[in-house]
Protein backbone atom coordinates (compact mmCIF):
# COMPACT_ATOMS: atom_id res chain seq x y z
CA UNK A 1 0.00 0.00 0.00
CA UNK A 2 1.52 3.39 -1.00
CA UNK A 3 1.14 5.89 1.14
CA UNK A 4 1.18 9.80 -0.24
CA UNK A 5 1.91 12.45 2.84
CA UNK A 6 1.74 16.04 1.53
CA UNK A 7 4.26 17.74 3.77
CA UNK A 8 3.67 21.69 4.54
CA UNK A 9 6.81 24.14 4.39
CA UNK A 10 8.11 24.41 7.65
CA UNK A 11 6.04 21.48 8.96
CA UNK A 12 7.96 18.72 11.58
CA UNK A 13 7.20 15.06 11.28
CA UNK A 14 7.67 12.79 13.76
CA UNK A 15 7.63 9.28 13.02
CA UNK A 16 7.20 6.32 15.17
CA UNK A 17 6.67 2.41 13.63
CA UNK A 18 5.80 -0.65 16.07
CA UNK A 19 3.18 -3.07 17.06
CA UNK A 20 0.46 -0.97 19.26
CA UNK A 21 0.77 -3.62 22.26
CA UNK A 22 1.77 -2.78 25.72
CA UNK A 23 5.48 -3.10 25.45
CA UNK A 24 6.15 -0.36 23.07
CA UNK A 25 4.49 2.62 25.11
CA UNK A 26 3.45 4.25 22.18
CA UNK A 27 0.73 6.34 24.78
CA UNK A 28 4.14 7.72 26.04
CA UNK A 29 4.83 9.12 22.11
CA UNK A 30 0.82 10.53 21.81
CA UNK A 31 1.46 11.75 25.64
CA UNK A 32 4.59 13.45 24.52
CA UNK A 33 3.61 14.76 21.30
CA UNK A 34 0.32 16.31 23.30
CA UNK A 35 3.22 18.24 25.27
CA UNK A 36 5.04 19.29 22.63
CA UNK A 37 1.62 20.44 20.44
CA UNK A 38 1.06 23.27 23.16
CA UNK A 39 3.75 25.62 22.25
CA UNK A 40 4.15 23.86 18.73
CA UNK A 41 1.58 23.72 16.07
CA UNK A 42 3.35 23.30 12.76
CA UNK A 43 3.75 19.29 13.51
CA UNK A 44 2.12 15.96 12.85
CA UNK A 45 2.87 12.57 14.15
CA UNK A 46 2.79 9.52 11.80
CA UNK A 47 1.87 6.33 13.58
CA UNK A 48 2.63 2.74 11.25
CA UNK A 49 0.81 0.07 12.90
CA UNK A 50 -1.73 -1.85 14.59
CA UNK A 51 -2.51 -3.97 17.58
CA UNK A 52 -4.24 -5.09 20.65
CA UNK A 53 -3.85 -1.32 21.81
CA UNK A 54 -4.78 1.07 18.59
CA UNK A 55 -8.25 1.68 19.35
CA UNK A 56 -7.07 2.66 23.11
CA UNK A 57 -4.32 4.80 21.44
CA UNK A 58 -7.20 6.63 19.37
CA UNK A 59 -9.20 7.33 22.13
CA UNK A 60 -6.03 8.92 24.27
CA UNK A 61 -5.50 11.40 20.85
CA UNK A 62 -8.74 12.37 20.98
CA UNK A 63 -9.12 12.79 24.44
CA UNK A 64 -5.84 14.87 24.52
CA UNK A 65 -7.31 16.56 21.16
CA UNK A 66 -4.46 15.69 18.71
CA UNK A 67 -6.48 13.42 16.52
CA UNK A 68 -6.39 15.55 13.92
CA UNK A 69 -2.18 15.84 14.14
CA UNK A 70 -1.69 12.13 13.79
CA UNK A 71 -1.65 9.81 10.66
CA UNK A 72 -2.73 6.32 11.36
CA UNK A 73 -1.37 4.20 9.00
CA UNK A 74 -2.07 0.37 9.65
CA UNK A 75 1.13 -0.83 7.24
CA UNK A 76 2.84 -0.02 4.00
CA UNK A 77 5.57 -1.08 2.00
CA UNK A 78 6.35 2.07 1.37
CA UNK A 79 8.36 2.98 4.85
CA UNK A 80 11.53 4.37 3.24
CA UNK A 81 9.43 7.12 2.49
CA UNK A 82 8.26 8.00 5.73
CA UNK A 83 11.51 8.17 7.07
CA UNK A 84 12.95 10.40 4.53
CA UNK A 85 9.98 12.68 4.29
CA UNK A 86 10.12 13.10 8.63
CA UNK A 87 12.15 14.93 10.77
CA UNK A 88 12.67 12.46 13.96
CA UNK A 89 11.87 9.01 14.97
CA UNK A 90 10.83 8.16 18.29
CA UNK A 91 10.69 4.36 19.29
CA UNK A 92 9.58 4.26 23.67
CA UNK A 93 9.51 0.51 23.62
CA UNK A 94 10.15 -0.94 27.38
CA UNK A 95 12.00 -3.52 26.17
CA UNK A 96 13.43 -4.45 22.57
CA UNK A 97 15.70 -6.57 20.94
CA UNK A 98 18.02 -5.07 18.01
CA UNK A 99 15.46 -2.87 16.70
CA UNK A 100 16.38 -3.05 13.18
CA UNK A 101 14.00 0.46 13.21
CA UNK A 102 16.94 2.22 14.75
CA UNK A 103 19.29 1.01 12.32
CA UNK A 104 17.06 2.30 9.33
CA UNK A 105 16.37 5.26 10.91
CA UNK A 106 20.25 6.08 10.92
CA UNK A 107 20.92 4.87 7.69
CA UNK A 108 17.81 6.99 6.12
CA UNK A 109 19.02 9.69 8.39
CA UNK A 110 16.57 10.72 10.78
CA UNK A 111 18.06 11.72 14.60
CA UNK A 112 16.58 9.11 17.01
CA UNK A 113 14.91 9.38 20.61
CA UNK A 114 14.04 5.91 22.21
CA UNK A 115 14.73 4.40 25.55
CA UNK A 116 17.68 3.28 27.68
CA UNK A 117 16.81 -0.12 27.81
CA UNK A 118 17.43 -3.53 26.12
CA UNK A 119 19.31 -3.64 22.87
CA UNK A 120 18.01 0.11 21.67
CA UNK A 121 21.14 1.32 24.52
CA UNK A 122 23.68 -0.68 21.66
CA UNK A 123 22.25 0.78 18.55
CA UNK A 124 21.79 4.47 20.16
CA UNK A 125 24.52 6.25 22.25
CA UNK A 126 22.80 9.38 23.75
CA UNK A 127 24.02 12.87 22.61
CA UNK A 128 26.30 10.97 19.89
CA UNK A 129 23.92 9.09 17.54
CA UNK A 130 20.45 10.09 19.24
CA UNK A 131 18.79 10.41 22.65
CA UNK A 132 18.05 7.74 25.12
CA UNK A 133 15.82 8.49 27.69
CA UNK A 134 15.26 6.88 31.37
CA UNK A 135 12.61 3.83 30.88
CA UNK A 136 10.08 5.58 33.34
CA UNK A 137 10.56 8.84 31.24
CA UNK A 138 7.73 11.37 31.83
CA UNK A 139 6.07 13.14 28.73
CA UNK A 140 7.15 16.35 29.62
CA UNK A 141 10.48 15.32 29.88
CA UNK A 142 10.27 13.34 25.96
CA UNK A 143 8.45 16.19 25.01
CA UNK A 144 12.04 18.23 25.67
CA UNK A 145 13.85 15.64 23.82
CA UNK A 146 11.62 16.13 20.71
CA UNK A 147 12.20 20.16 20.63
CA UNK A 148 15.62 19.46 21.49
CA UNK A 149 16.74 17.94 18.42
CA UNK A 150 13.47 19.85 16.47
CA UNK A 151 14.53 23.07 17.09
CA UNK A 152 18.41 22.58 17.06
CA UNK A 153 19.56 22.60 13.67
CA UNK A 154 23.22 21.94 14.38
CA UNK A 155 22.45 19.34 16.89
CA UNK A 156 20.04 17.40 14.98
CA UNK A 157 23.11 17.40 11.86
CA UNK A 158 25.20 16.05 14.37
CA UNK A 159 23.07 13.22 15.42
CA UNK A 160 22.52 12.39 11.89
CA UNK A 161 25.92 12.92 10.91
CA UNK A 162 27.50 10.35 13.93
CA UNK A 163 24.49 8.01 13.21
CA UNK A 164 26.23 7.14 10.01
CA UNK A 165 29.46 6.93 11.45
CA UNK A 166 27.40 4.43 14.03
CA UNK A 167 26.37 2.29 11.18
CA UNK A 168 29.41 2.16 9.11
CA UNK A 169 31.55 1.41 12.39
CA UNK A 170 29.05 -1.17 14.23
CA UNK A 171 26.65 -2.40 11.74
Not at 1 to 7: P, V
Not at 35 to 46: A, G, M, S
Not at 68 to 74: C, D, H, L, M, Q
Not at 138 to 154: H, V
Request: with cysteine.
Amino acid sequence: KKIIIKKKKNEKLILNIARHVPQKKIDLIIKSFAEYCKKNNNVKLILVGHGSETQNLKILAKKLNIQSNIYWIKYTDNVSYLFKISDLFCLSSAYEGLGLVLLESLLLKVPVITMNASAMKEVIEDGYSGILLPNECSPKNFSRAISRILSNSKFREMLVKNGISTINKKF
